[in-house]
């Protein structure tokens, strides 16, 4: 069941902030945050385990609600190279490591 | 170590033929997945290895796509009689156990 991600897409000047959210219908294990630049690979920037804690990336932390199977990525003071599409990739519990990701939110940052 | 490697990293073929992939993962990492990516959308999964040990496998997959990894090591993906709805960037990614995934710079596939 593939997580759903919003916004879809967000256009911030510097220094804004911006929060992205996710949510799957399924019970979850883990949540995993990727970010994705034009032409390139995705890049991790971090996971939230179940019974775990926020978790943090430079300016980018997340959290991660068990009971409502949702968790949230923000980008605080963001700065150009955090332009990209995020995703979201989540672990179902009880199941094997996949990872299935959301479509992505497409994040621009101008000056 | 560098990374995750694949190759090669463009691949043209005709629809009908047979094309295959090498991804080599990060060299301690267990795990090793495919994915296939199209424009707008995030990476869609494939399979996945644990050592040598295919795992699973999407219900999406057609029996014309098979994926090794022989010795724990590399992984091959072929497929099958290619049709032009396989063109898409196909993505290999390694980790250690269920931890961050590390994506290979992707294979992009265009079927005429």
């Known amino acids: 069941q593939q997580p759903v991600q919003s916004p879809q897409a967000v256009i911030l000047r510097e220094g804004e902030d911006a929060v992205i959210n996710c949510s799957s219908s399924k019970a979850l294990y883990s949540v995993h945050w990727y970010r994705q630049k034009h032409g390139e690979a995705p890049v991790f920037l971090m996971i939230l385990l179940k019974g775990g804690e926020q978790m943090r990336h430079e300016k980018i932390s997340a959290s991660f609600n068990e009971k409502k199977q949702q968790s949230s990525l923000y980008l605080t003071a963001s700065q150009l190279s955090y332009s990209g599409t995020y995703f979201c990739?989540?672990?179902?519990?009880?199941?094997?490591?996949?990872?299935?990701f959301g479509i992505g939110t497409k994040l621009q940052v101008i000056p | 170590d560098t990374g995750v490697s694949q190759n090669p990293r463009h691949k043209i073929t005709k629809r009908g033929q047979n094309v295959t992939f090498r991804c080599d993962p990060i060299s301690e990492h267990n795990r090793l997945y495919w994915y296939r990516q199209t424009l707008g959308q995030g990476p869609e999964f494939l399979t996945y290895f644990q050592n040598e040990a295919q795992l699973e496998k999407s219900r999406l997959l057609s029996d014309r796509f098979s994926a090794e990894r022989p010795k724990g090591s590399f992984s091959t993906l072929e497929i099958q009689r290619t049709e032009q709805g396989d063109s898409a960037m196909y993505l290999c990614?390694?980790?250690?156990?269920?931890?961050?995934?590390?994506f290979g710079p992707g294979t992009r596939l265009t079927v005429t």
């Open positions: 990739g989540t672990v179902e519990a009880g199941g094997y490591q996949k990872v299935t």
């Open positions: 990614a390694s980790s250690f156990n269920s931890y961050e995934q590390y």
